[in-house]
């Protein structure tokens, strides 16, 4: 009996950590505070382990264009609970949106890049060049926590090409270099379209980085045709690992390495490993190790449409992905990966065709079960 107890009891410990995760944990809801839905979320941890939910409010449908505002939620216990939603920009009728946050650890500084366009104006007619403004490109900050947030102020002088049209940050979280020559250096992922040429889609992926602790940003490197709303990852020898939605026709992530930053990029390449339709996806550097590469999450919808979202993990810099397991098999479209400080990692969500936009946890253990 003893030897059956103890039998169990190790039974029940190895369960217990390679749980599957067992509750979602809705942090918005559409149709709730006025809101038509809510759309494009982004997760970060803060300094002081404050999880930041950040998402487009859009106020008359669930469309993309029209008046759209941007709010950010906070949770203090780890994604348990979430406080009131903070509103960190309404522009009246306009368009405010795609959040891209990156905390800076050496200031504890939370900036947030994102986007605005003229309420009226849908991708369409800013693509063809007859929208009454063009695409431009804010920021904004928090040096409390997140609880306050200063006025966006526009930087599309330095971030964005005069020729670029459409043009999106993010969405889903940047991240800050901790090693290598460019240690230090903030990294956005963002994408615009390009209509110089008529030949080519117009669609193409994009950096731009800070030096100098978010006071000015640039332009870093430049994808090719059909790369769109992408992630970054920081690789084990400081370089950085670009994810990105693609328009090759091939159902798979586009990806891209870079050895200076960010600054550059070599040849992009199809990750047949990450099969997906065409679709945003989250990238996340969860640990470095001592031997070498560590461990690389990434998450998409792997089913024929936006479902069955699935997460993947690598140990070498994203050259394979073997290990894979879906953690929601409905609805589960735009997603945000965040490593929570007790070891285990966040999913921020759009889940049941955006009838809400969800959270929950999962640890490294319960990717590697069976």
Avoid at 41 to 54: H, N, R, S, V, Y
Avoid at 173 to 184: A, S, V
């Amino acid at each position: 009996m003893r030897t059956a107890f103890f039998i169990l009891l190790a039974l029940a410990c190895t369960c217990q950590a390679q749980t599957t995760p067992q509750t979602f944990t809705t942090v918005f809801k559409k149709g709730e505070a006025g809101y038509n839905s809510y759309r494009i979320p982004a997760i970060i941890a803060t300094k002081q382990d404050t999880l930041l939910a950040f998402i487009e409010a859009r106020k008359d449908s669930q469309g993309d264009a029209g008046n759209i505002d941007l709010l950010v939620k906070r949770s203090a216990d780890h994604g348990k609970t979430w406080g009131p939603a903070i509103l960190v920009w309404d522009d009246e009728n306009n368009t405010c949106g795609n959040p891209a946050p990156v905390v800076d650890q050496s200031t504890g500084t939370i900036w947030l890049l994102l986007t605005w366009n003229f309420g009226s104006d849908h991708e369409g007619a800013i693509k063809a060049g007859t929208s009454k403004y063009p695409r431009h490109v804010f920021i904004s900050s928090s040096i409390d926590d997140g609880n306050h947030w200063a006025a966006p102020t526009r930087i599309s002088s330095s971030a964005r090409k005069d020729h670029w049209r459409w043009y999106a940050t993010g969405p889903g979280n940047g991240i800050q270099l901790t090693r290598g020559p460019h240690k230090g250096r903030l990294v956005i992922p963002c994408n615009h379209s390009d209509h110089s040429n008529k030949d080519l889609h117009p669609y193409r992926s994009h950096i731009v980085y800070s030096d100098d602790n978010g006071k000015h940003w640039e332009i870093g490197g430049i994808q090719p045709e059909k790369t769109n709303e992408s992630a970054v990852a920081e690789l084990s020898n400081g370089g950085v690992l670009q994810s990105m939605r693609s328009y090759h026709g091939k159902h798979n992530r586009a990806m891209a390495i870079s050895n200076d930053g960010g600054s550059t990029f070599a040849e992009v390449y199809l990750d047949n490993a990450l099969q997906t339709p065409v679709c945003q996806g989250s990238i996340l550097r969860y640990s470095f190790s001592n031997n070498g590469n560590g461990i690389l999450l990434h998450s998409n919808p792997a089913g024929k449409g936006r479902d069955h979202l699935t997460i993947s993990m690598s140990q070498d810099d994203g050259k394979t992905w073997p290990w894979q397991k879906v953690i929601y098999a409905g609805g589960g479209a735009y997603s945000n990966l965040v490593r929570l400080p007790t070891g285990q990692v966040g999913i921020l969500f759009e889940k049941d065709n955006y009838q809400t936009v969800s959270f929950t946890t999962f640890s490294i253990n319960w990717i590697k079960s069976k």
